[in-house]
C-alpha cells in the first residue's frame, strides 16, 4: 500500500476522484447520467472525455519541456496554425491539387507543427534562449501566421469527413478519446521503453553534468520541443474538427496556461527533473473537470480563469520547498512520545 501511495499518479488521481465525488453529490447524481442516442453515449462525464482528450495531447508534449526545466507557451499559437493550414488544404484554399484529401491535410498540418517546435528547440538548444523568451516569440507571431494562411477570415468547411476527427464516434464513445489514447501510449513507450525519458530528467535536474555524462543534451531539447510542436498542432486539428473551421483569433487562445496546469496538478516539478505522463494526463482531465463543472453549474464565464489561476497558485505554492517548511514550522510538532505511540 505504501509503495502504491508513493507514486506520482497516486495523488493527483485521488484529487480526480474527489472533484468527480463532489461535482456528482451536488448536482444530485445528474454529473453521473449517461444517456444513449443512436449507439453514442452522452453525458457530462463523456464531455470531459471528449473535451478534455485536447489537454491530455497537449500535456503529454507540455509533460516533456517542463521535464527539461523549459516550457512552451507557444502551443496556443501553434494549434492556430495547424488548424488553419487543415482547414484551408480540406476547403481548397491551398493546395487544391490535393482536392481537399482530409488525411493529408493532417499530415502536412501536424507536420508544420514539427516546423514550428524544430524553431522553437533551435531556440532553446542551439542560441540557448530562455525557453519563456524564445517561445514567446511563436506565441506572438503565431497567429500572426495563422491569420496569413487563412487570408485574415475564418474558414469554414463543410467535410463530414473531418469533423468526425473531433465529432465523430467509434463503439460508442468520442473518436478524440481514442486519438489521445493513441498520442498517450506512443510517449508512454517512448520514455519507458527507451533511455530518452531518463535522458530528460537528466536534464532537467542538471543539464551541464547531463551533457559530462555523455546525453546529447542539444538534440534531445530538439526533440522535445518537435513533439510539442507536433501534440500542439493535433489539439489544434481536433478543435478545428470540432467547429468545422478555422478561427485563428480564438483557436487554443489562453490554453498555454491549462496545459502547464494539467502538468503541476500531475506533479511534475516546474522547476524540472521528475516527470510522468500518465500523471499529467490525469491534471488534463482534473482541469476539464473543474472548466465542465463551472460551466454546468452556471458560473460565469470569466470566473473560470480566475479559478484556475488560484490552482496554479496552489501548485505552485506546495512545489515551494520554503513554503512547505514554514508551513510545517507553524504546525505543533509532536513529542518523541506521541510519535512512538
Avoid at 33 to 61: C, E, M, P, Q, W
Avoid at 63 to 73: E, N
Avoid at 108 to 131: D, R, S, T
Wanted: net charge positive; glycine share 12%; aromatic share 6%.
Amino acid at each position: 500500500m505504501k509503495k502504491l501511495t508513493q507514486k506520482m499518479e497516486f495523488k493527483p488521481f485521488c484529487v480526480l476522484i474527489a472533484i468527480i465525488l463532489i461535482c456528482g453529490i451536488v448536482s444530485g447524481g445528474d454529473f453521473f447520467k449517461i444517456t444513449i442516442v443512436d449507439g453514442h453515449l452522452y453525458g457530462r462525464l463523456i464531455d470531459i472525455l471528449r473535451n478534455g482528450s485536447r489537454y491530455a495531447i497537449l500535456a503529454a508534449g507540455m509533460t516533456m519541456a517542463l521535464g527539461t526545466g523549459g516550457t512552451d507557451i507557444s502551443v496556443g499559437s501553434v494549434m492556430a496554425i495547424s488548424g488553419a493550414i487543415a482547414c484551408s488544404i480540406v476547403d481548397g484554399r491551398i493546395l487544391p491539387g490535393l482536392n481537399g484529401n482530409v488525411a493529408l491535410a493532417v499530415i502536412i498540418a501536424i507536420l508544420a507543427g514539427a516546423i514550428c517546435g524544430a524553431w522553437n528547440g533551435f531556440m532553446v538548444a542551439k542560441l540557448k534562449v530562455q525557453p519563456m523568451v524564445a517561445t514567446m516569440i511563436l506565441l506572438t507571431a503565431g497567429r500572426g501566421i495563422a491569420q496569413l494562411v487563412a487570408d485574415g477570415k475564418i474558414v469554414t468547411i463543410t467535410s463530414e469527413s473531418y469533423y468526425k476527427i473531433s465529432g465523430g464516434y467509434f463503439l460508442g464513445l468520442p473518436i478524440p478519446m481514442y486519438i489521445a489514447i493513441g498520442v498517450i501510449i506512443l510517449f508512454l513507450l517512448l520514455t519507458k521503453c527507451t533511455a530518452f525519458g531518463m535522458q530528460v530528467e537528466s536534464i532537467g535536474v542538471n543539464p551541464e553534468s547531463s551533457r559530462l555524462a555523455g546525453i546529447k543534451v542539444e538534440r534531445n531539447l530538439w526533440i522535445i520541443y518537435i513533439l510539442c510542436g507536433m501534440t500542439a498542432a493535433l489539439a489544434g486539428i481536433i478543435e478545428s474538427a470540432g467547429i468545422k473551421g478555422a478561427d485563428c483569433n480564438n483557436c487554443g487562445l489562453m490554453i498555454e496556461m491549462d496545459g502547464i496546469l494539467a502538468v503541476a496538478i500531475g506533479g511534475t516539478a516546474l522547476s524540472g527533473g521528475r516527470f510522468s505522463i500518465i500523471s499529467s494526463v490525469i491534471g488534463a482531465l482534473i482541469v476539464q473537470t473543474i472548466t465542465t463543472t463551472i460551466y454546468a453549474f452556471g458560473v460565469a464565464p470569466e470566473l473560470t480563469r480566475v479559478a484556475k489561476a488560484i490552482i496554479v497558485i496552489i501548485v505552485c505554492l506546495l512545489q515551494s520547498k520554503i513554503f512547505m517548511e514554514k508551513v510545517k514550522a507553524l504546525l505543533p510538532k509532536r513529542t518523541e512520545k506521541e510519535v512512538h505511540e
